[in-house]
Every structure is written in structure tokens, then in C-alpha cells.
């Protein structure tokens, strides 16, 4: 589903003990064991939201995140993580879909820790939930800085260097 290009009111970085009204679901539909638990996917979500929202995240396979890329995106293959905002006022209401196989992969080919990869792609779909987008190079760059911040500030390494 398309995103907006809009920034947020408040910058999570800015307000790092902020406590948002968070409501969260996360749903395990993957095969795989070494997903990350709900306290991990709650503490990601809160250090990048900006205001209160109502979000689910679901955990899937390769087959279903085929299934959704192709449906909404016209692609032919998984991606590691979908975006789906349903309302963007308060609470903010959306899901993202993490593609499990897809971000294994991709944490072992980078020679990332898979759970700060998990933590990366959470965070970047929550910045999407709140209207940032990459598909400019400028607002690239301005959600990577973001992303950077938040994930840095958790104490995960920067998400864009490869650590081979």
C-alpha cells in the first residue's frame, strides 16, 4: 500500500523515554525459531513511535510474503518488510509483515546479527506507519538517519554498514 511523504510532529529520536499508548499484536505464522519475542518487538515499536497506535505484527513465511508483495506491491517475490497503514490520525492503526526467510537471509549475506536486523525492519516499518518514505533520495536519506538513531540509541549497530 502506498505510504505518504509527511513528517512526523514529534521526532522519536527527540523523546527517547516517551511513553506512547501502544497497543500491539504480534502474530507468529512463520516456521522458524529464532524469531524475536514480543517484549523485543514492543521495545523496538515504542522507541519509534511518535504518537499513540494501535499495531500488528505479523511474522510470515516466504509463500505469504509472496503472496502479499504480489497482491499490493506487483512484485514477484517476498520483501522483507510491508507496510499497511489503515489510519493515520490518533491512534495510528496499521500492520507490518516481516517475511521471516527473507530477513534471515539477508542478516546472514550482510553479516548481521539477525536480531538487530528484526530490530532495523521493525523500526522501519513503524517510520512508514508514520508517513516516511525512501522512495526519494532525500527523504532516503532523512528516514536512514532516523533509523540509524533509533536503532543505535537500543544499541544495535548502524544498519547501514555491512558488517561482513
Not at 79 to 107: Q, R, S
Request: proline letters at 6%; charged letters at 25%; a negative charge.
Amino acid at each position: 500500500m502506498p505510504t505518504r511523504n509527511m513528517p512526523l510532529t514529534k521526532n522519536p529520536v527527540e523523546s527517547p523515554d516517551h511513553e506512547q499508548e501502544l497497543v500491539l499484536t504480534v502474530q507468529y505464522v512463520a516456521d522458524k525459531t529464532d524469531i524475536p519475542n514480543r517484549r523485543l518487538f514492543r521495545k523496538w515499536v515504542k522507541a519509534a513511535l511518535s504518537k499513540p497506535a494501535e499495531v500488528v505484527i505479523r511474522i510470515v513465511d516466504r509463500q505469504e510474503g509472496e503472496i502479499l508483495n504480489r497482491d499490493f506491491r506487483g512484485k514477484s517475490s517476498a520483501t522483507n518488510v510491508l507496510t499497511f497503514v489503515y489510519d493515520d490520525d490518533v491512534p495510528l492503526l496499521g500492520d507490518i509483515v516481516l517475511c521471516a526467510p527473507v530477513i534471515c537471509n539477508e542478516a546472514q549475506q550482510q553479516g548481521k546479527d539477525l536480531t538487530a536486523h528484526y530490530a532495523h525492519l521493525t523500526i522501519h516499518g513503524i517510520l512508514h506507519l508514520q508517513g516516511y518514505d525512501h522512495i526519494r533520495d532525500e527523504d532516503a536519506v532523512v528516514m536512514e538517519s532516523l533509523e540509524t538513531e533509533i536503532i543505535t540509541r537500543l544499541g544495535y549497530p548502524d544498519p547501514y554498514v555491512i558488517q561482513h
